[in-house]
C-alpha cells in the first residue's frame, strides 16, 4: 500500500506571495492533519479534516488554511507569505479522527520564503 | 489545553534500556498520550499510544501514573538505529494536538 504523498518536496516563494501544498493520504484513510516543523518552534498542529470537514485548528492565523475533497486529498493554502512561514510542512493521515488512530506521516513539503 | 515539555537530549549506549519522560501537567480527561520517532529529513512515525496504566507493543513500552501528569517511553536494548528524535502527543479529539519539544536521543556502539 503506497504511503502518504506531499507535492511538491520543496518550494521556494517570495513575501507576499501564496503557495498551495497537496497531500494524497494512504488509500482508506479519512483523516488528514498538517503540521509545520521549525527549529524553533518544533512540531505544531496546523488542523485536521475529516470526511471533507475542518475538525480541529491550531493556533495559526487566517493565513492558513485547508480544504479536503471527497477522495481524501488535502490542500493547505498559506496567502501572503511572510518570512516566518519558511518550514517543514507536515501532513499525516489516518484511518480515523484523531488522537485515537495511528497517524502516518508524509516526507513534507520544505518551504522557503525569500 | 494540554502543554508538554521534554527532556532536550539523553545520551545511551547500545543495548542499554532508554526512558524518555513527557511531562504534561494540564492534560485533560479525554486526552490520549502517542509518542513518535523521527529521523532526519523524515515526517514522524508512530511508536505507541496509551491513555493510563501500562501499555507494550514489540517495540517500546509506555507508562502512565495515575495523575496521568507524565508520561515515559521505553526502549529496550536500543541500538545505533534508534538514534532520533522522540516527540510525545497529547490532545483529544475536540482540543488541539499539542507536540512535546522533542527528545534527541544518540546511541553511541
Not at chain 2, 493510563?52 to 501514573?65: C, D, G, H, Q, R
Amino acid at each position: 500500500k503506497a504511503g502518504v504523498t506531499q507535492t511538491p518536496r520543496y518550494l521556494i516563494k517570495t513575501r507576499g506571495q501564496q503557495v498551495t501544498l497537496s497531500c494524497s493520504p494512504i488509500s482508506g484513510h479519512r483523516s488528514v492533519s498538517w503540521y509545520q516543523q521549525t527549529p524553533g518552534q518544533g512540531l505544531q498542529f496546523l488542523f485536521e479534516y475529516f470526511s471533507e470537514t475542518q475538525r480541529n485548528k491550531g493556533n495559526f492565523p487566517g493565513r492558513f488554511s485547508g480544504r479536503q475533497f471527497s477522495n481524501s486529498r488535502s490542500e493547505m493554502n498559506v496567502s501572503t507569505l511572510e518570512l516566518g512561514d519558511s518550514a517543514l510542512y507536515l501532513c499525516a493521515s489516518s484511518l480515523v479522527q484523531q488522537p485515537y488512530n495511528e497517524q502516518f506521516f508524509g516526507p513534507g513539503t520544505r518551504l522557503t520564503v525569500l | 489545553l494540554a502543554k508538554t515539555t521534554q527532556p532536550i537530549s539523553m545520551d545511551s549506549y547500545e543495548g542499554q534500556e532508554v526512558n524518555i519522560t513527557c511531562s504534561h501537567n494540564n492534560i485533560a480527561t479525554n486526552d490520549y498520550i502517542t509518542w513518535y520517532q523521527q529521523f532526519p529529513s523524515q515526517g514522524p512515525r508512530f511508536i505507541i499510544q496509551g491513555y493510563k496504566t501500562k501499555v507494550t507493543n514489540e517495540v517500546a513500552s509506555l507508562f502512565i501514573p495515575a495523575d496521568r501528569k507524565s508520561s515515559t517511553l521505553s526502549l529496550p536494548r536500543v541500538s545505533l538505529s534508534d538514534t532520533a528524535v522522540y516527540y510525545c502527543l497529547v490532545g483529544d479529539n475536540t482540543d488541539k494536538l499539542i507536540f512535546g519539544t522533542g527528545t534527541r536521543l544518540q546511541v553511541f556502539p
